[in-house]
């Protein structure tokens, strides 16, 4: 029986994730000897994008009903289509919408937030995300079915290309409780739980007038910023930028804290990531004991610094 | 209008996670229990409701009876009475099930759940309960106008926002946002009092079956020890980055 993998688009353009997952899908399906096919609804990027990642069928499904996001309506014409006994999903904001309903629907077993490949596959046992990073547990499937939503940047994008075969499929789902009134995506702007690198900043810039420093080392890395709890409570910098465990939950190459003290809340949050350097006044700081790399300094003055001596090592 | 705001219970932030010695289990011992925080933004929503619109709002919580000082905090923070599901949670659809009964029979016209629980980081509970009251599921949601039968909810996407009107009844997982972080509902002497005397409904589980099974649990290894860097000598740390750790 074939993996089926949800291929989530946004605008009709393939998200990262959407290739993590099926490279997710790509590693089980070689596992038990099977193969891939990726579910997507209405995508204008072509299916030459999953291919690559192993994808040897795409399913497009083509529904104007389905051109504004509806995760019940989404879940149905998921349900339709997926034929398999493992789903995968990435553990994005859409995707983890859909999940849950299509679970559901199929009475299957859901494990969300998968860090690694399964541990077996009958039963489904994986290793997940919990307590907010501070701790991992082994989950196991009780149904036939398991669905399964892989948590961003865990698993990684491996290309694996294969020759696939694209299957366009009508369907009219039924989408009479919600109606999307406006999207609005800001352009250009990296999207924080996508991005390999993270400068992040706590309440030691002082003020929102000191960002700039911090989205120069941002714009010259090709990284997302991000910050700590009280300096969006404050509204230095917007919600979607808070990160920590009530925040987003973000697993990154590399995270630079900068003028952030640490704290447990915090690190729930980020401490996933691969590496982490710490740049802070007080040499005391917590964070400093959950860090690869340290500086004890005035970011005033370190961050314009470093910012220099890596655009000439970039050149 | 009738609201049924789903709490849970979890581990104060603060806190230092560790598993029983023999690792199938989260270790309670000293463990303060605070409701969780995701869920506080619907529960504030809720009484805002109550407040503006004359809402009645229940509380519910799937768990035993350890969890009785957080619904007594709902309740002191102004919900007009509560339910609790007398089961320990085993697993997202168990909890879902036992929500979804409740509500079946209800007729809420609003389900406010937060997007996720911060101890199991499931956040499956919100969509699963949708779906089995067949009712519309917002996810993320950062804001919420009621006007009637239909609401109109943003939701929080990567990189922005989307503005949805959704037919009521609805289920809307919420996160900070949903109301400001500074609105939050401190509870007051007087909510305290009135609390204790407000309804808290004890009901015993409809359904026993899980579909996932915590098999073991394994803390975070530790990070190697941290390689200070002199704050004059950057080269280092972008050497190191650069050669060592290879991410930049
Ligand atoms: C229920 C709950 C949930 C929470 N969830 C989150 C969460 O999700 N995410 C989160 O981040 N927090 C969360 N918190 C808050 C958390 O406990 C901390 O208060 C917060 O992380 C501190 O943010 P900060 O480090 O930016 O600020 P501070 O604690 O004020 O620390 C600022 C740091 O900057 C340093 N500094 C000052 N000046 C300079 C300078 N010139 N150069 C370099 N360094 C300097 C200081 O030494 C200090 O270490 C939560 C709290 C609660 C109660």
């Keep these: 029986m074939a993996i089926y993998v949800y291929a989530e688009n946004i605008n009709g353009i393939y998200k990262k994730a959407a290739f993590e997952a099926v490279s997710y899908a790509k590693a089980i399906a070689d596992k038990d000897g099977e193969t891939v096919t990726a579910i997507s609804i209405n995508p204008t990027d072509s299916s030459d994008l999953l291919y690559k990642y192993g994808a040897d069928k795409v399913l497009n499904i083509k529904d104007e009903g389905l051109k504004g996001f509806s995760a019940k309506a989404y879940a149905q014409a998921v349900n339709e289509v997926a034929d398999g006994n493992i789903i995968v999903f990435p553990h994005t904001t859409d995707a983890s919408s859909v999940a849950p309903m299509l679970a559901i629907m199929k009475s299957y077993s859901l494990i969300t937030n998968a860090l690694e490949a399964p541990e077996s596959l009958s039963p489904f046992q994986v290793k997940r995300r919990a307590f907010s990073g501070k701790g991992i547990m082994h989950a196991k499937a009780d149904a036939a079915g398991v669905i399964v939503t892989v948590s961003q940047n865990a698993f990684g994008i491996k290309e694996n290309a294969v020759s696939g075969s694209e299957e366009v499929k009508n369907l009219s789902v039924a989408n009479e409780d919600t109606k999307v009134i406006s999207h609005e995506q800001s352009s250009g702007k990296l999207d924080l739980k996508e991005a390999e690198i993270v400068v992040s900043a706590g309440r030691g810039m002082k003020g929102p007038e000191n960002w700039g420093m911090i989205e120069d080392l941002a714009n010259l890395l090709g990284a997302a910023t991000a910050c700590s709890k009280p300096v969006s409570d404050i509204g230095w910098r917007p919600h979607s930028e808070h990160v920590g465990q009530t925040g987003k939950a973000i697993s990154p190459n590399l995270y630079i804290a900068v003028g952030i003290s640490g704290a447990i809340q915090h690190l729930a949050g980020v401490n996933s990531s691969k590496t982490i350097v710490v740049i802070n006044s007080d040499p005391e700081a917590p964070f400093f004991k959950s860090a690869d790399y340290g500086v004890v300094g005035d970011a005033f003055q370190i961050i314009p610094q470093l910012t220099e001596k890596i655009k000439a090592l970039k050149g | ?248």
């Excluded at chain 2, 089995?132 to 929080?156: D, K, M, S, Y």
């Excluded at chain 2, 407000?198 to 099974?213: A, I, M, Q, S």
Aim: aromatic fraction near 4%.
């Design chain 2, 1 to 248: 209008m009738k609201i049924l705001v789903c709490i849970s219970s979890v581990p104060d932030t603060t806190s230092k996670i560790n598993f029983t010695a023999d690792q199938s289990a989260f270790d309670k011992n000293g463990i303060q229990w605070v409701i969780n925080p995701l869920d506080e933004f619907g529960l504030t929503k809720a009484i805002k409701l109550q407040e503006s619109a004359g809402a009645t709002v229940t509380v519910i919580n799937v768990g035993d009876s350890t969890t009785e000082p957080v619904i007594r905090k709902s309740l002191a923070i102004g919900a007009n009475d509560a339910i609790r599901i007398n089961i320990e949670p085993k697993d997202s659809y168990s909890v879902a099930k036992e929500i979804a009964n409740i509500a079946q029979s209800g007729g809420y016209d609003l389900i406010f759940c937060g997007k996720e629980s911060i101890d199991y980081n499931g956040g499956a509970v919100p969509g699963m309960v949708a779906q089995l009251l067949n009712q519309p599921f917002i996810n993320a949601c950062v804001g919420l106008e009621v006007n009637g039968a239909e609401a109109t909810a943003v939701r929080e996407i990567e990189g922005g926002k989307e503005t949805i009107s959704v037919k009521l009844p609805a289920v809307i997982a919420g996160q900070k946002g949903l109301v400001d972080e500074k609105d939050l509902i401190i509870p007051n002497m007087r909510g305290i009092m009135s609390a204790r005397s407000k309804p808290l409904t004890v009901r015993e589980p409809v359904n026993n079956e899980v579909k996932v099974d915590a098999v073991s649990f394994d803390a975070v290894p530790a990070r190697a020890a941290v390689k200070m860097v002199a704050p004059d000598n950057l080269d280092e740390l972008v050497r190191l980055l650069h050669e060592e750790a290879k991410v930049i």
